[in-house]
């Protein structure tokens, strides 16, 4: 064992045999070493706040991630889903729509005056007021006040009854269809309400189908004035899809819906015996 004393104020240090000096001497610490030991407290602090603030639980598996973050994601709208498998029906529907389109507009040739015939847009549009409600129920409304037959104003007052029937229809499907017209149409048609921004059905097509055939049946005409009559009701379609107001769909629903219109008139014909009130009205 190593011993020492102090000799002349300093301290003489006796080896023993191991050579080791006694007392050891006292190790500084070093700068680096010191702010490492800072350094490794204070990460230390900070994922301890880091799991103090976790719920606790379960650590997180790889599946459970990915749960959580399916969970949070908004999901997207139907309409921008892809569809992986559509339906025949679908497909069908999507490439129809595509042909009514594109043949509209190749058809459209008189939609505007720079047009491929927009030499013939006026007459096209005086085969659109042809159509049009407005002259029909004024020429009915007058037939009816002007008519001294009773079997006259029985004609004319249905005929009266069927286009405000077919305005009332065309108007409702117009509102829940709201198909817009189509893109290149010009908004410069003859008296015009608000379902008439709108394109599905053809309200023209609707209207000269069903006069047409009213007047087939109810009209004694020769041959040549009844081919006259078909005649005018066919270009009155084509004329809504030249002019550009329509698509080809939009004029053949509104044939079909004419043509079946009538068939309401027919069932629903108004008689003396029927409407009693009303012919009454309209004898005086």
């Not at 009266?160 to 029937?165: K, P, Q």
């Not at 044939?255 to 029927?274: D, F, K, R």
């Amino acid at each position: 064992m190593a011993t020492g004393h102090v000799t002349g104020g300093r301290w003489k240090r006796k080896r023993g045999r191991a050579g080791a000096a006694w007392p050891p001497p006292l190790a500084m610490p070093s700068p680096r070493s010191s702010r490492e030991r800072r350094a490794g407290s204070s990460s230390r602090l900070e994922f301890l706040s880091l799991v103090s603030q976790r719920s606790p639980g379960a650590p997180d598996s790889p599946s459970r991630r990915k749960e959580s973050g399916s969970s949070a994601a908004a999901p997207l709208p139907e309409e921008d889903c892809m569809k992986l498998n559509p339906s025949f029906l679908g497909i069908a529907l999507s490439s129809l729509l595509a042909i009514d389109l594109w043949a509209s507009k190749r058809l459209g040739v008189c939609a505007g005056e720079g047009s491929a015939w927009g030499s013939v847009r006026p007459l096209m549009k005086v085969i659109e007021v042809s159509g049009h409600g407005i002259p029909w129920l004024l020429g009915t409304f007058y037939g009816l006040c002007q008519s001294d037959s009773s079997a006259a104003r029985e004609v004319l007052l249905n005929l009266l009854f069927a286009l405000l029937l077919d305005l009332v229809l065309v108007a409702v499907v117009k509102g829940l269809v709201k198909r817009r017209r189509p893109t290149h149409n010009k908004m410069d048609m003859f008296v015009t309400i608000s379902v008439d921004k709108y394109s599905f059905p053809s309200g023209h097509a609707t209207r000269a189908a069903l006069v047409c055939r009213f007047i087939l049946h109810h009209l004694v005409l020769a041959v040549p004035l009844r081919v006259l009559v078909v005649l005018w009701a066919l270009i009155v379609g084509v004329s809504r899809v030249m002019l550009g107001r329509h698509n080809v769909t939009d004029v053949l629903f509104g044939l079909l819906l004419g043509y079946a219109l009538y068939s309401v008139v027919e069932y629903c014909w108004l008689s003396p015996l029927s409407a009693p009130a009303l012919f009454a009205l309209w004898s005086h």
